[in-house]
């Protein structure tokens, strides 16, 4: 890993000159994108995906320097040992290979003497034949009746992936599965889910790789109590995703049965283990849950192996890198302009901001300049009647704009205004970088735009199972990218332990005040004890 | 409506010392907290309601200025201005009376010569009839079944703030209606919602106050068509939500019948108008859409008359104005600890940047400094499990953390660690705003939290119907009085014009494209001609 202060390299320095040219009026996006050939220098294509980011505030000087600043901080090389099961994760001596739970035996991934990809494919084996049990009505609930109802118990990285997977490619959900997801601790989540649900047909899969985190374990604990007040046998509604040896990996008694994770797949990137496996092979049917891990490989080889200039994760992690502390925007926007991926910007907000919302470099020593932007979007159309405003005449922000070529219901063609609702939804997606861009002179300054607002346009060809891999590896792909070249790890999470640790205080706090109703001011203070009093006496 | 440049008057310069004051170490959040009475000088109670700021990065000098600063804008009056229907929407020359919608008679504000609290109040009767004849069976559609699916489509501020309130309400729902929104132009999404509902007993309701809103009237279009498809009589299957004479005002052909919206409510702040008294009325039943807008007129009443230093939305405007032109954040993270909020974020997310996110006052004047900030959420304790690692250790912003003190299902009451589901949820939700003011000193560097991040606690009793409503209100009156300090019109929107001025001509150009196959670059350069290639030859 680069030890260096990256702000000492000289092409730093060439960049930060770069951008104070940008400050000049030539410079504007409304020139840049009217240069000769601007699309075809600035974008690139791999089979079903397409990256445009001819309405950035880049030229080939700037991303020439980019190349440059990667390649002096090893960033590909570091990539390819993080594929290779080196221990990237520096912090907790882990490797990260959440690419080899896109790889098939005869290959093979090594840390130390285990074979990651034969561990991952012996698991998907069996979510494989789990699922097709299930659907066959081979396994069934303690009264008899087939499952329908799939309720997901996570948080975070157990649920964030698997939810934009499963909205990405509902329209192709014929397994007549219901699938919940129930993240949060807040009994209101539990009662809204319980009034959905047929017990008696349900499959409840709890996600945790330690099986302690707090709210999975208490979601779980009042799922089982649930189910016993309905007078099911709730040892044969329940199924884990767990660590080998976890105390929620205990297939013989209390449970149908348990799948194994791995240390060396963390939460934000485990949809394609069985963290993502098992319930999106239970919606989906399992073939449809491969195609997607085949989608993903794919974009995992491309970003290995293409040329830094050809290399579409790594031009995003580029852009990322100049946006942020060359042009210091401080945000994010992603846009899909497609329903399906809805939960795309939440997916892209815990990956991103969790793995690079960081102060410290690998080697412990501060940041001398800002590594994760805030992450946040909404589908198009529905942004630009709700955000775009300040879009547009506010606060500047790039975007991430995605388009779909092909929708995923295709026999509704009724015509508005000449056009189908597709091509309208189309005719915006295309304006709109273009609006951001140009801006445009009015006399009346309520209506002046001032343009020069960046964002690149991503592609796919459709939302096949394999193009929504794509568009999830190419993501994955970009932020440990950017990670690598500030040399932070992308992997570990430290900044959510003191919360954690607090709310663990105030809950022992809570146990004795029911039991002793003492004055809790003294441990932790007024504010607190505040609370706790205006709490516990509702 | 003040003239003078804000950042002139003598008080600004008085909180740009403070803020400089606020960088050294003696006015880090940790040292603050521990102020005698902090708690007691920095929050405020109304009943139901209680506003914590005690973990704002103020004191009580910085409060004094922009208090003082509020005062030289003369924001409360304008506020008054407002809620008495003078035309504060200048640049329309209209009135902004979302308040006057949770007046009744015998109360009047007169525009002009019209009484906006009759004319709404006629509207209310209105639906308050048709949902009683809707539940009672008296109006069913046209093969005589009851209706039970109700689609709204409506985009923007015609179904946001609808969906937050009928997301926040859920556990009430009983009127056995399901209610679906189609905002997005997305085929797909209009795909999804036909699988789900049953056409005959769908009841869909269109939303538009000029009716020539492009992706509602190509969602209507293509519901019209569907209906008619599946062998229905539409005209009994649709009302609309319109302007009185506007091209869906038709209650006497092709619709069941047309509720009036009037132009002194914009479309982000018109849930209390017919808006979100149609839907709402009919998926929770009119008595508890009143008492909605009684909670919301409570907090109406308490913004237009306390005391500036009493002034729950006023607080919050000024600190929002502290944070981002003193302190200079540029984001709001909005974290409701419930889930039936969760719908919140996205509403005021549109509310706040397509109000504030502006860069001229209303006098045509360029802002000196800038208006809205970005505003993105997720309840807690989902968003410790995904963005909080940033919040604690990378880019600080300010949060808006909200808990509710009774939860809507609370007849479970399993214990996990000794604590019920609420009580986990809430130790998280007290020991949150600790962890980022108080932050943590650690030799491991990667286990070192700075603290001193800003946040507020605001306080609901329940999830009753009055406290959305109150909830509402806050937010509502919060982001027009931040307009007010800074001078800017909260209440137009020209920012998303040159997008759909764009958009209609590449629609034209898709139609032409269609009928004669011609050569589109030379309209709209080679950029828009590749991705117009690209989607009409797919």
């Known amino acids: 890993m680069p030890d260096s202060d990256i702000t000492r390299l000289a092409v730093w320095d060439k960049l930060k000159k770069k951008a104070e040219e940008f400050e000049k009026p030539h410079k504007h996006l409304k020139h840049l994108i009217d240069e000769k050939d601007r699309l075809k220098r600035f974008s690139k294509s791999l089979p079903g995906v397409f990256l445009d980011y001819s309405r950035q505030r880049v030229d080939g000087e700037v991303m020439g320097y980019l190349f440059e600043l990667a390649k ?91 939810e934009f997977v499963s909205c990405a490619l509902e329209p192709f959900a014929d397994r007549r599965m219901h699938l919940y ?35 999975t374990l208490a979601n779980a604990n009042q799922a089982y109590a649930f189910m016993e007040e309905k007078g099911l046998e709730p040892s044969r509604h329940f199924v884990t995703v767990t660590s080998r040896g976890s105390p929620g990996d205990d297939p013989e008694s209390h449970i149908i049965r348990s799948f194994h994770m791995f240390d060396y797949i963390g939460g934000r990137y485990s949809v394609s283990s069985a963290v993502g496996g098992v319930p999106l092979s239970l919606y989906l ?127 509704y063609k009724n015509r508005s205004k000449g056009v189908t609702n597709h091509q309208e939804l189309w005719a915006n997606l295309i304006s709109q970088p273009m609006a951001l861009a140009q801006g445009k002179e009015d006399e009346n300054p309520a209506k002046r735009f001032e343009g020069n607002r ?35 790890n992308p992997f570990d999470q430290f900044g959510v332990e003191l919360g954690k640790k607090l709310a663990s205080d105030v809950r022992k706090t809570m146990v004795s005040y029911g039991e002793e109703k003492k004055d809790t001011g003294a441990l932790h203070g007024p504010i607190v004890s505040f609370y706790l009093d205006r709490l516990l006496s509702t």
Chains 1, 2 share one sequence.
Do not use: C
């Open 454 to 488: 960046p964002s690149t346009t991503l592609v796919l060809d459709d939302l096949s199972a394999e193009s929504v891999g794509r568009l999830l590896s190419y993501y994955e792909a970009r932020t440990v990218l950017e990670a690598f070249v500030w040399g932070i």
């Open 285 to 411: 049917g399992y073939d449809r849950f491969e195609r997607f891990l085949k989608g993903a490989r794919e974009m995992d080889i491309h970003a290995e192996n293409a040329a830094p200039e050809k290399n579409l994760p790594l031009i995003g992690a580029l852009i990322g890198i100049w946006n942020n502390n060359f042009l210091h925007y401080s945000n994010l926007g992603i846009i899909p302009y497609s329903s399906p991926l809805r939960k795309l910007p939440a997916h892209i907000q815990q990956l991103y901001m969790e793995s690079n919302g960081k102060s410290v470099d690998e080697n412990g020593n501060e940041l001398p300049v800002s590594s994760g932007v805030i992450v946040f979007g909404e589908p198009g159309t529905n942004a630009q009647h709700s955000f775009f405003q300040l879009a547009h005449q506010g606060r500047p922000f790039p975007v991430d704009f995605i388009g779909v070529l092909k929708p995923s219901y295709d026999q």
């Open 181 to 215: 997801f129930l993240a949060n601790v807040d009994i209101d989540d539990f009662g809204t889910i319980a009034e959905r649900i047929d017990p008696e047909r349900t499959l409840w899969i709890v996600i945790s790789k330690s099986y302690t985190t707090t709210e």
């Open 72 to 162: 002096s901080r090893g960033v590909l090389d570091r990539f390819r040992q993080m594929t290779d099961g080196k221990k990237v994760n520096g912090t907790e001596n882990r490797a990260a290979l959440h690419t080899a739970a896109r790889r098939f035996p005869p290959e093979t991934v090594y840390i130390d003497d285990r074979d990651a990809v034969k561990e991952l494919h012996t698991v998907r084996e069996q979510f494989q034949r789990f699922s097709r049990q299930v659907h066959d009505g081979e396994i069934r609930g303690s009264t008899g009746k087939t499952f329908r109802d799939v309720v997901v118990i996570g948080i975070g990285g157990s649920y964030l992936g698997t």
